[in-house]
């Protein structure tokens, strides 16, 4: 399973930004996604989750209301979308894949079985 995530960029404060993560495989459908950030000297902080089918959905508190994370299994992508962007959410972006989890595990970087490279987001005050 490989990830590819695309969409970041530079944009100013109140901006919006869609990333999309490419998965290669057959078995995409049977992974639940997530996304990671980093920020420069930052450790890497959950932003947002889904499972398998989209049934359910997960976001941290700093993002709730202004990022939608979303699937299109036809595709092998996950999208996150993200809304009224605020300089603090500058960062690099990673998705990533894992199976099998239990109650909040999406929240846990080491629950998740495969990454993808990043891709950086800027916002401008």
């Known amino acids: 399973v490989q990830l590819q995530a695309s969409g970041g960029g530079l944009v100013q404060a109140g901006g919006s930004l869609r990333l999309s993560c490419a998965v290669s495989g057959r078995t995409f459908s049977t992974y639940a996604m997530g996304w990671f950030r980093q920020a420069p000297g930052k450790e890497r902080e959950f932003v947002s989750a889904?499972?398998?089918?989209?049934?359910?959905?997960y976001y941290a508190d700093s993002v709730k209301g202004r990022f939608t994370i979303s699937r299109d299994n036809a595709k092998n992508t996950v999208y996150l979308q993200m809304n009224s962007l605020k300089p603090e959410d500058s960062a690099v972006y990673y998705c990533?894949?894992?199976?099998?989890?239990?109650?909040?595990?999406?929240?846990?970087?080491?629950?998740?079985?495969?990454w993808g490279q990043g891709t950086l987001v800027t916002v401008s005050s």
């Open positions: 990533a894949a894992g199976r099998n989890w239990v109650g909040a595990d999406y929240y846990y970087a080491g629950h998740y079985d495969y």
């Open positions: 889904i499972t398998w089918n989209g049934g359910s959905t």
